[in-house]
Nanobody, 117 residues
Framework: QVQLVESGGGLVQAGGSLKLSCAAS????????MSWYRQAPGKKREFVAR???????NYADFVKGRFTISRDNTKNTVYLEMNSLQSEDTAVYYC???????????WGQGTQVTVSS
């Protein structure tokens, strides 16, 4: 059974930091590009960051210099380190795994990040 489980969300003050984790099971982790997305209340889900199988990374403009995505293939886990958090970063953060051969996606259930100003 394919499963992604996010953790690490919570309440933090503006300017603070959080580190999200997404643990994968039931997949060949090294064959998946891993991404983080987020969805704020009343808004569409948006791309945050991606780490490929190479690994290379890319980020949405609004998180460049503040967020860092990384992966540990030995632990089947992808991370999102978030610094200098702002109230606009408040959202549910979702992990996505994309099979680079089949182009199929798996999503996690999300973890809430709330930044108080």
């Amino acid at each position: 059974q394919v499963q992604l489980v996010e953790s690490g969300g919570g309440l933090v003050q503006a300017g603070g930091s959080l580190k999200l984790s997404c643990a994968a099971s039931g997949i060949i982790f090294g064959r998946y590009d891993m991404s983080w997305y987020r969805q704020a209340p009343g808004k569409k889900r948006e791309f945050v960051a991606r780490v490929t199988t190479d690994p290379s990374t890319n980020y949405a403009d609004f998180v460049k210099g503040r967020f860092t995505i990384s992966r540990d293939n030995t632990k089947n886990t992808v991370y999102l380190e978030m610094n200098s958090l702002q109230s606009e970063d408040t959202a549910v953060y979702y992990c996505r795994a994309m099979d680079i051969l089949l182009h199929t996606n798996v999503w996690g259930q999300g973890t809430q990040v709330t930044v108080s100003s």
